[in-house]
């Protein structure tokens, strides 16, 4: 087996481990972690946003050598400002694992690694969807540009990413509804949602629970969570078994009077749509 298909057997092997993490917050790091491993890179950072450069979330994984370079102030800054990559993902549409120096030369920036912590190489993995297009990965060497074999890695592995990513962003959802009710808005109209686990559901089967109620088909389901339509049926049917149910309908009923689900108010409706919208 070469270098390349070992990597992404464990790349595969992790993502099946993180269908059933519970915390979204715990993904990140996951990925985070295997991609150091498998690029041979000193730092990982997951950029969740269009950041300005003194404000925006990241989740950062460095080798411990590195930790002091990456926790200063202004390589966070260099980082959150994302250049050249959210200049190029933003303005082209393009969505490829790309090389900061390649695409200094294409955009015609004569020293791109001055835009890095401590002039290292960085490597960017995108995360296609309608969110910012700088949203993704982005890996850093301090001394070697990262090769053929780390650019067929991201490609291979950016779909799994994608997935996990989704993953994280409907448990995510399924959290904030809670925090939505138990904060006291009056105007929710469901209990706090209950966990799954005394239903036996697990986080993949509790996402397609929410898609279902979202009203979206088995195929629908499917591309939004990077899985086959037959997959989503398998789903649905544990769905039913564990829940007790018959059909799509009478299992959104019960999962929202049982509390798994909850029925966001009008002014959270909207936040919600954007927060799914993959």
């Known amino acids: 087996m070469t270098g390349t298909a070992a990597q992404l057997r464990r790349m595969r092997d992790l993502a099946v481990q993180i269908m059933h993490e519970r915390d979204p917050d715990a993904l990140h790091t996951l990925v985070l972690a295997e991609l150091l491993r498998a690029c041979d890179a000193e730092a990982a950072v997951c950029k969740e946003g269009d950041w300005q450069p003194d404000e925006g979330a990241m989740s950062i994984v460095t080798a411990p050598a590195a930790r002091s370079v990456f926790d200063h102030p202004q390589a966070r800054r260099l980082i959150r400002i994302g250049r050249p990559f959210a200049e190029h993902y933003a303005s082209t549409g393009d969505s490829a694992p790309r090389q900061a120096d390649a695409l200094g030369r294409l955009h015609h920036l004569r020293d791109v690694r001055r835009f890095t912590p401590g002039g290292r190489f960085a490597f960017g993995i995108p995360l296609p969807g309608v969110h910012s297009p700088v949203r993704g990965y982005i890996l850093f060497r301090p001394d070697a540009v990262f090769g053929p074999a780390t650019l067929s890695y991201g490609v291979e592995v950016q779909p799994l990413l994608v997935a996990v990513d989704r993953q994280r962003v409907l448990l995510s959802q399924w959290r904030a ?59 649905i049917e544990r769905i039913y078994r564990k829940l007790g149910t018959r059909d799509r309908l009478s299992t959104v009923h019960r999962a929202r009077l049982s509390g798994l689900l909850s029925t966001p108010c009008p002014s959270h409706r909207e936040s919600r749509e954007l927060r799914t919208a993959l």
């Open 177 to 235: 509804g809670s925090a939505d009710v138990s904060s006291g808005c009056h105007d929710c109209r469901a209990p706090v949602p209950a966990d799954a686990a005394p239903y036996g559901l697990t986080p993949r089967e509790t996402t397609v629970l929410l898609l279902l109620a979202d009203a979206l088909t088995a195929t629908a389901i499917g591309r939004r969570l990077g899985i086959t339509a037959r997959t989503v049926n398998k789903h």
